[in-house]
């Protein structure tokens, strides 16, 4: 507050501008002022003559017939709104025009002891504190933000937001300092940047924290004003607004920023800031080595095709926490996106600390995961890479670490492989192949081409297996075999999977226009996330639908594998595709030495043999008796038994022999393109022999 200084009693003060603006100060005031000189109250504020009743201007009248029990040593003991004011506090009664008498407390002190000036603050206390209606007290105690008025470094006023919002009544804050609400460790450095900017600006604002009454934390924005009346500097006027609820959403926002919404753990962008942090670390401690783990599940996808998208979801969250479990508190386990993951890995000194950690990785990944009341397996393949001076930038390191675990799925996955230069050469083969593949796709380059099926026994042409073929860089069709695990991998085998089954219709409509009751059968090999696919049916019934087809015409094979890895939903699957009135076969029998009660259980019409069954058809003893009975089997259950991969005359002779009905093979015939394929059926319908019989 401005300093009051006086040489006479205020009253017999001049009227000039100094005077009036130290009444308009006093007046402002909401608490009760009196100037006392000589045993005579000279002065009243506004607050105060409103407290006593008094009309008009003051006239100077004896302390003891306004201030009851105001004398020299009846000071009482510190009251919350005179705590840490320099001068005398009292308790004292304020005797009011209407005869009320009313406790009043504040402080005495004294301005000139020689003339026996001083000023007395006070306000009124408990129950019988005297309302003060007024405008702008309504205004203040209307407002939803914490207001506070400061004179000098005390609290005058507060409204009941402030008390809602800190847990402090009015009484309590009188006189108090709002430091105590600023947090300890902060406190001198806030309130100094403050008082200078509002020194400066006239007004200051910043979001930070407070304390509330019971200890905890409140976000808050504050602002502060200079309390200028009648042109001076009468306190500050600060005000709070709470922003706890911005402050959440924003911290949530910037968490959900940085994280994986499904797994809740970091993300590529939180993973390579950390990692950058890492590096610059090991740079300022080279003994501080830091390295990459990139993990990518093994056959993520197959699960999704066979289980669900909720399920693989289900699986990635249990991932997430498993890796948490393995991982070092301050170490890093980030979902980078799918089924890829990525731990960083700090303070490491040595190649082997990290094989130790792949190893614990693997260990907990091989435990089955429980899906939908199925006990699956998540085989992984982990790349490790070790920061070193080439390594300038995180997502370098994030790179090798990628190119690792791509080696480690050639060598079969289900393990790890570290990082060194020639591994990229042989990684960028496989994305060759790759782009090569989604090339194809994209100019709609893949061809279809048939190999011929035929009667063993009567050299009849049963029918044709479509293949896929790709052009070379001469222009020539080749096979699609190099490049089938990579469709697989990169889930194209169901786009391809789908044109191949329109192509196959529309082909069988084509011949039965040019060879009405031709009879002749199309196989299809579907691809183990084909089969799985949701829409494998209502794509099939489509396709059959439009070309206007017999379904019988069109055989479908699914490999061993497929057909062992999930046999329930297998059964379940192939149901459907029977009731499509479509034949179904088991491709690769004996691959995997699938149990023969499957051939009992699966609603399918063929048993293809693999190609070493096949093979073994020429040889003795044990081969021979097995392959012998899987011929007996098939005919005693009415399954048509084709043999895959007869190379030579001795193959088709052993088979013929052992009276395996049905065969196909380079030695019979090659795949031929579709004018080939269609010249072969329109002569061979009577039953020519296939070459070498």
């Known amino acids: 507050m401005a300093a009051l200084a006086w040489d006479k009693p205020l009253v017999t003060l001049p009227e000039n501008s100094d005077s009036r603006q130290q009444r308009d100060i006093l007046d402002a005031l909401p608490v009760l002022v009196f100037l006392e000189y000589a045993g005579k109250l000279v002065y009243a504020n506004a607050e105060a003559r409103h407290a006593i009743g008094w009309e008009g201007a003051w006239q100077e009248c004896a302390t003891d017939e306004i201030l009851w029990g105001l004398s020299a040593g009846t000071a009482e003991p510190r009251t919350p709104l005179t705590a840490g004011l320099h001068g005398t506090p009292f308790h004292a009664t304020l005797a009011c025009r209407d005869g009320r008498m009313i406790p009043l407390e504040g402080t005495s002190s004294v301005l000139n002891a020689e003339r026996r000036e001083?000023?007395?603050?006070?306000?009124?206390?408990?129950?019988?504190?005297?309302?003060?209606?007024?405008?702008?007290?309504?205004?203040?105690?209307?407002?939803?933000?914490?207001?506070?008025?400061?004179?000098?470094?005390?609290?005058?006023?507060?409204?009941?937001?402030?008390?809602?919002?800190?847990?402090?009544?009015?009484?309590?804050?009188?006189?108090a300092s709002l430091r105590d609400l600023i947090v300890p460790e902060t406190r001198r450095y806030e309130h100094t940047m403050l008082q200078k900017l509002v020194n400066e600006q006239g007004r200051a604002s910043v979001e930070t924290v407070r304390l509330h009454k019971n200890g905890e934390l409140i976000d808050v924005a504050v602002q502060v004003a200079a309390l200028r009346i009648a042109g001076g500097n009468a306190g500050y006027v600060i005000t709070f607004r709470d922003i706890s609820d911005?402050?959440?959403?924003?911290?949530?926002?910037?968490?959900?920023?940085?994280?994986?919404?499904?797994?809740?753990?970091?993300?590529?962008?939180?993973?390579?800031?950390?990692?950058?942090?890492?590096?610059?670390?090991?740079?300022?401690?080279?003994?501080?080595?830091?390295?990459?783990?990139?993990?990518?599940?093994?056959?993520?996808?197959?699960?999704?095709?066979?289980?669900?998208?909720?399920?693989?979801?289900?699986?990635?969250?249990?991932?997430?926490?498993?890796?948490?479990?393995?991982?070092?508190?301050?170490?890093?386990?980030?979902?980078?996106?799918?089924?890829?993951?990525?731990?960083?890995?700090?303070?490491?000194?040595?190649?082997?600390?990290?094989?130790?950690?792949?190893?614990?990785?693997?260990?907990?990944?091989?435990?089955?995961?429980?899906?939908?009341?199925?006990?699956?397996?998540?085989?992984?393949?982990?790349?490790?890479?070790?920061?070193?001076?080439?390594?300038?930038?995180?997502?370098r390191l994030i790179q090798d670490a990628d190119t690792a675990m791509?080696?480690?799925?050639?060598?079969?996955?289900?393990?790890?492989?570290?990082?060194?230069?020639?591994?990229?050469?042989?990684?960028?083969?496989?994305?060759?192949?790759?782009?090569?593949?989604?090339?194809?796709?994209?100019?709609?380059?893949?061809?279809?081409?048939?190999?011929?099926?035929?009667?063993?026994?009567?050299?009849?042409?049963?029918?044709?297996?479509?293949?896929?073929?790709?052009?070379?860089?001469?222009?020539?069709?080749?096979?699609?075999?190099?490049?089938?695990?990579?469709?697989?991998?990169?889930?194209?085998?169901?786009?391809?999977?789908?044109?191949?089954?329109?192509?196959?219709?529309?082909?069988?409509?084509?011949?039965?226009?040019?060879?009405p009751s031709n009879g002749l059968i199309l196989t299809i090999n579907l691809s183990r996330r084909q089969f799985f696919h949701d829409d494998l049916v209502p794509q099939l019934r489509k396709a059959i639908a439009s070309a206007g087809i017999d379904p019988a015409?069109?055989?479908?094979?699914?490999?061993?594998?497929?057909?062992?890895?999930?046999?329930?939903?297998?059964?379940?699957?192939?149901?459907?595709?029977?009731?499509?009135?479509?034949?179904?076969?088991?491709?690769?029998?004996?691959?995997?030495?699938?149990?023969?009660?499957?051939?009992?259980?699966?609603?399918?019409?063929?048993?293809?043999?693999?190609?070493?069954?096949?093979?073994?058809?020429?040889?003795?003893?044990?081969?021979?008796?097995?392959?012998q009975s899987l011929v007996n089997v098939c005919s005693a259950s009415g399954l048509q038994l084709i043999a895959h991969g007869i190379e030579t005359g001795g193959h088709l002779r052993a088979l013929q022999n052992l009276g395996c009905p049905m065969g196909q093979g380079f030695f019979l015939a090659p795949p031929l393109d579709p004018a080939q394929a269609f010249y072969l059926a329109s002569h061979n319908s009577a039953g020519t022999p296939p070459a070498g019989a």
Request: charge should be negative.
């Open 118 to 175: 001083r000023i007395i603050m006070g306000q009124i206390t408990g129950r019988e504190r005297a309302p003060r209606p007024g405008l702008m007290e309504d205004v203040l105690a209307c407002l939803p933000e914490a207001v506070a008025l400061v004179v000098g470094s005390r609290v005058l006023y507060t409204n009941p937001a402030f008390s809602e919002l800190f847990g402090y009544t009015a009484d309590e804050m009188g006189g």
């Open 553 to 627: 015409r069109l055989l479908l094979e699914i490999s061993e594998d497929t057909l062992h890895d999930n046999p329930d939903r297998a059964v379940a699957i192939l149901q459907r595709l029977a009731d499509c009135g479509v034949r179904l076969a088991m491709d690769n029998f004996g691959a995997n030495l699938a149990p023969l009660n499957l051939l009992i259980r699966l609603p399918i019409d063929m048993v293809k043999l693999d190609i070493r069954l096949t093979a073994s058809a020429t040889g003795t003893g044990r081969q021979l008796a097995v392959l």
């Open 246 to 395: 911005r402050k959440h959403v924003e911290a949530r926002l910037q968490h959900d920023a940085m994280h994986d919404v499904l797994t809740g753990l970091p993300n590529r962008a939180l993973f390579v800031d950390r990692l950058s942090l890492a590096l610059s670390r090991r740079d300022r401690r080279p003994g501080n080595g830091c390295a990459v783990l990139f993990l990518d599940l093994d056959g993520f996808k197959q699960i999704n095709d066979t289980f669900g998208h909720a399920a693989g979801d289900t699986l990635l969250v249990s991932l997430a926490e498993r890796l948490q479990r393995v991982v070092r508190p301050h170490d890093t386990a980030a979902r980078m996106g799918g089924d890829e993951f990525a731990i960083l890995v700090e303070n490491i000194y040595s190649i082997s600390d990290l094989e130790a950690l792949a190893h614990r990785l693997l260990a907990e990944l091989d435990r089955p995961f429980d899906l939908a009341g199925h006990a699956v397996r998540t085989p992984a393949s982990i790349g490790i890479a070790l920061a070193g001076e080439e390594h300038a930038n995180a997502e």
């Open 406 to 515: 791509y080696r480690a799925k050639q060598q079969g996955g289900r393990g790890y492989a570290i990082f060194d230069t020639h591994m990229e050469v042989e990684v960028s083969s496989v994305q060759e192949r790759e782009r090569e593949l989604r090339d194809l796709v994209a100019r709609r380059a893949l061809a279809w081409w048939y190999q011929p099926i035929y009667h063993l026994a009567t050299g009849r042409l049963e029918g044709f297996e479509t293949l896929l073929r790709k052009p070379n860089s001469a222009g020539a069709m080749e096979s699609f075999r190099e490049l089938l695990p990579v469709a697989e991998d990169t889930g194209l085998s169901i786009s391809i999977g789908r044109d191949t089954i329109e192509a196959a219709c529309s082909q069988i409509a084509s011949w039965d226009s040019a060879m």
